[in-house]
């Protein structure tokens, strides 16, 4: 399958039934994803989303923060997509600025919630050019170890 299957109105579609919309991108949704992708200052930044009446909007964004505040941030009983620009240094002392997504997906939220937000993560991924993907299931488990482990897997 060649590109994201998106509309005019930048809808999200199901990748196996293309013609089955499952959620739309909120205005301003693609600019802010292009915005944390071009950021240039050297600070932590987070995007939260959620899913309102079928649309993925911004609920809020974290600036120069510390992954305590953005857990303190997010619900423990509800999903969230999060997209974190993480001040990395590596084991060589070089510094970089990761993007990574996270699915907060936790386990006991409404069965309803967690198909809404599963069906619309893989093509928003896609929407916003992440390769970083993670999940996770407990808002706990969203700590500095767990950023690090994750990001030296990748570098």
Do not use: W
Request: net charge negative; with cysteine; glycine share 4%.
């Amino acid at each position: 399958m060649s590109g994201l299957p998106v509309s005019s109105k930048s809808s999200i579609f199901c990748p196996l039934a293309q013609n089955i919309k499952v959620c739309d991108l909120g205005e301003g949704v693609a600019d802010k994803l292009e915005k944390i992708r071009l950021r240039k200052e050297k600070t932590n930044f987070a995007l939260i989303f959620k899913i309102k009446d079928e649309v993925i909007v911004l609920e809020d964004e974290l600036e120069d923060m510390s992954v305590d505040e953005l857990q303190a941030e997010l619900p423990t009983s509800q999903p969230r997509y999060v997209v974190l620009s993480y001040c990395y240094k590596h084991d060589d002392g070089r510094t970089s600025y990761p993007l990574l997504f996270i699915f907060l997906s936790p386990s006991g939220c409404k069965p309803e919630q967690q198909m809404m937000y599963a069906g619309c993560k893989l093509n928003f991924v896609k929407a916003s050019g992440l390769t970083k993907v993670n999940e996770i299931r407990n808002v706990e488990e969203l700590t500095e170890e767990y950023i690090q482990e994750k990001l030296s897997f990748y570098h």
